[in-house]
């Protein structure tokens, strides 16, 4: 809609008027816009601009000379989604720098800048930011409440600084639940609160980056790494050889966590720097509780209270119960009665903390005591024998029996039905070991390893002598096919 003085009434120019002031200012000088995009790179800017266009979701202002933010410096960006501030000047975030702006500011780079402390009034106006870069600062304290605000907060990357602290219980206090990248690396850590990262969801402690830091060789820290390295956390498996430990905090000392590992040989392997509130232990396996407080790290003793209000310390009590010296308590076989709290307590001169686990020892299911042998097993030996039977039937030769006698009324009558041929003949055919030598033809010979004997029904001749003949001898075919029924006889 383009207005055009007088030839437009006065109540269109009022519309058109309130149009241009929602829109903004038209694109500033030496910038590049198009769409919702709007470029400044590069142009020599030692501020924000004091007029955007209000239509701009992506605002990039990197590599120019801006110093500081100035209070509602971005207002009037209501649908500011990514703003690049990286490589700049910046040395300070005035409070209220991104109040009446985008609510729905997802992306802020300030990378490659001056920045020295982060306050907790630095990023309050932006609930929706998911990704906040901080890289390559001189960022030396981070107030416990500078994140605080940020509870959308996915990624967080705050690599290459100064920093000798972070508050780590503020990111599990804070509700910062979709956080899964905060990286730390290439600072001046020389401590870890291995109570506070333990702490930490499981996400966040597979995005946690810690190498190339001034971290003191610690047994703590080197089971913390060592706990990451096994379950495959990228943190650790892409850094292996950055993740290193200065040796009593002696600069040009340092030693690798993995490829120094006999330095650490004679730190408490089993010891881990994470401890479940509850546990739960089958009655009779052995159970390993970890001392894991603020006070870890930094020559504290310690000793427990168990359930039954025992004191417990290094190196136990008696046989069943063993305790080292980091603090973890050892239980051989605990049982049914020895569940309930176990109360850790560190001390370190007047300061002391304490850890609460609660032990469930679960009771060992009945089938244990009165089934010794499991199904795997018992089809396993009803497999076994079964080869053996099969085994036994193939080559063992069973007994042979005495040849049954041959009755004497039976030559007479194979010598009747020779002569009187059709049904005789096919009755001795049947009752014969090998086939007559009429049955073979000109060409073909007597297979003297091939016995069969075909047992098929005698068909009663017209004549009925066959008949007669067949009733009379019943008894005596019978007793002849029990003999040849184990013996099989093969016709060519």
Same mark, same amino acid.
């Given at each position: 809609?383009?207005?055009?003085?007088?030839?437009?009434?006065?109540?269109?120019?009022?519309?058109c008027?309130?149009l241009?002031? !929602?829109?903004?200012?038209a694109?500033p000088?030496r910038?590049l816009?198009?769409?919702?995009i709007?470029?400044?790179?590069?142009?020599?800017?030692d501020?924000? @601009?004091?007029?955007? @266009?209000?239509?701009?979701?992506?605002l990039?202002?990197?590599?120019?000379?801006?110093q500081?933010?100035? *209070?509602?410096?971005?207002?009037?960006?209501?649908?500011?989604?990514?703003?690049?501030?990286?490589?700049?000047?910046?040395?300070?975030?005035?409070?209220?720098?991104?109040?009446?702006?985008s609510?729905?500011?997802?992306?802020?780079?300030?990378?490659?800048?001056?920045?020295?402390?982060?306050?907790q009034?630095?990023f309050?106006?932006? *609930?929706?930011?998911e990704?906040?870069?901080?890289f390559?600062? #001189?960022?030396?304290h $981070?107030?416990?409440?500078?994140?605080?605000?940020?509870?959308g907060?996915?990624?967080?990357?705050?690599?290459?600084?100064?920093?000798?602290?972070?508050?780590?219980f503020?990111?599990?206090t804070?509700?910062?639940?979709?956080?899964?990248?905060?990286?730390?690396?290439?600072? #001046? &850590? *020389?401590?870890? %609160?291995?109570?506070?990262i333990?702490?930490?969801?499981?996400?966040?402690?597979?995005?946690?980056y810690?190498?190339?830091?001034s971290?003191?060789?610690?047994?703590?820290?080197?089971?913390?790494?060592?706990l990451?390295?096994?379950?495959?956390?990228?943190?650790v498996?892409?850094?292996?050889?950055e993740?290193v430990?200065l $040796?009593?905090g002696v600069?040009?000392?340092?030693?690798?966590?993995?490829?120094?590992q006999?330095?650490?040989?004679?730190?408490?392997?089993?010891?881990?720097?994470?401890?479940?509130?509850?546990?739960?232990?089958?009655?009779?396996?052995?159970?390993?509780?970890?001392? !894991? /407080?603020?006070l870890?790290g #930094?020559g504290?003793?310690?000793?427990?209270?168990?359930?039954?209000? +025992?004191?417990v310390? %290094?190196?136990?009590?008696?046989?069943?119960i063993?305790?080292?010296?980091?603090?973890?308590?050892?239980?051989?076989?605990p049982?049914?009665? =020895?569940?309930?709290?176990?109360?850790?307590?560190?001390?370190?001169?007047?300061?002391?903390?304490?850890?609460?686990?609660?032990?469930?020892?679960? %009771?060992? @299911?009945?089938?244990?005591?009165t089934?010794?042998?499991?199904?795997?097993?018992?089809?396993?030996?009803g497999c $076994?024998?079964?080869?053996?039977?099969? &085994? $036994?039937?193939?080559?063992?030769? %069973?007994?042979?029996?005495?040849?049954?006698?041959?009755?004497?009324p039976?030559?007479a009558?194979?010598?009747?039905?020779?002569?009187?041929?059709g049904?005789?003949?096919?009755?001795?055919?049947i009752?014969?070991?090998?086939?007559?030598?009429? /049955?073979e033809? *000109?060409?073909?010979?007597?297979?003297?390893?091939?016995h !069969? !004997?075909?047992?098929? @029904?005698?068909r +009663?001749?017209?004549?009925?002598?066959?008949g007669?003949?067949?009733?009379?001898?019943?008894?005596?075919? =019978?007793?002849?096919?029990?003999?040849?029924?184990?013996?099989?006889?093969?016709?060519?």
């Amino acid at each position: 809609l383009t207005c055009m003085q007088g030839e437009w009434p006065v109540v269109v120019l009022m519309v058109c008027v309130r149009l241009s002031a !929602v829109r903004g200012a038209a694109c500033p000088p030496r910038c590049l816009c198009t769409a919702d995009i709007l470029s400044c790179p590069a142009v020599d800017l030692d501020r924000v @601009p004091a007029a955007l @266009p209000a239509y701009a979701a992506t605002l990039d202002l990197n590599h120019n000379r801006i110093q500081q933010l100035e *209070p509602g410096a971005f207002q009037g960006l209501l649908q500011l989604e990514v703003l690049r501030l990286a490589h700049n000047q910046l040395s300070a975030i005035r409070p209220g720098a991104f109040r009446n702006s985008s609510g729905r500011l997802r992306h802020l780079d300030l990378s490659s800048n001056q920045l020295l402390v982060l306050k907790q009034s630095d990023f309050q106006e932006l *609930p929706a930011l998911e990704e906040l870069l901080l890289f390559n600062n #001189r960022i030396k304290h $981070v107030e416990s409440t500078a994140l605080s605000g940020l509870t959308g907060l996915r990624k967080a990357y705050l690599s290459h600084n100064r920093l000798t602290n972070f508050p780590f219980f503020s990111i599990r206090t804070d509700g910062h639940r979709q956080l899964t990248l905060l990286d730390l690396s290439s600072n #001046r &850590l *020389p401590k870890l %609160p291995l109570a506070d990262i333990s702490g930490l969801p499981p996400a966040l402690q597979e995005g946690l980056y810690l190498h190339n830091n001034s971290l003191v060789c610690d047994c703590a820290m080197f089971s913390l790494f060592r706990l990451w390295d096994q379950k495959g956390f990228a943190s650790v498996r892409f850094f292996r050889q950055e993740h290193v430990c200065l $040796v009593a905090g002696v600069q040009r000392s340092g030693i690798s966590f993995f490829l120094h590992q006999r330095y650490f040989e004679p730190c408490n392997m089993t010891a881990t720097p994470q401890q479940e509130a509850s546990v739960s232990v089958k009655a009779g396996a052995p159970l390993l509780l970890h001392c !894991v /407080t603020s006070l870890s790290g #930094r020559g504290a003793v310690f000793f427990w209270l168990t359930p039954q209000l +025992e004191y417990v310390a %290094p190196p136990g009590n008696n046989g069943s119960i063993r305790m080292f010296a980091n603090g973890s308590l050892a239980m051989a076989a605990p049982q049914e009665q =020895d569940s309930g709290i176990y109360v850790c307590v560190a001390q370190v001169r007047r300061l002391n903390d304490s850890r609460e686990v609660n032990v469930t020892v679960l %009771p060992r @299911p009945a089938t244990d005591a009165t089934e010794p042998f499991n199904t795997g097993f018992t089809t396993l030996l009803g497999c $076994v024998v079964s080869l053996l039977l099969v &085994l $036994v039937y193939l080559y063992l030769t %069973p007994c042979r029996c005495p040849p049954w006698p041959r009755p004497r009324p039976l030559a007479a009558t194979a010598q009747s039905q020779g002569k009187e041929g059709g049904a005789g003949s096919a009755q001795s055919s049947i009752l014969t070991p090998t086939p007559p030598a009429s /049955t073979e033809g *000109p060409g073909r010979k007597v297979s003297s390893n091939k016995h !069969v !004997v075909f047992l098929e @029904p005698i068909r +009663e001749q017209q004549n009925g002598r066959l008949g007669a003949e067949s009733q009379q001898r019943a008894g005596e075919t =019978d007793s002849y096919m029990s003999v040849f029924s184990d013996t099989p006889i093969m016709l060519p």
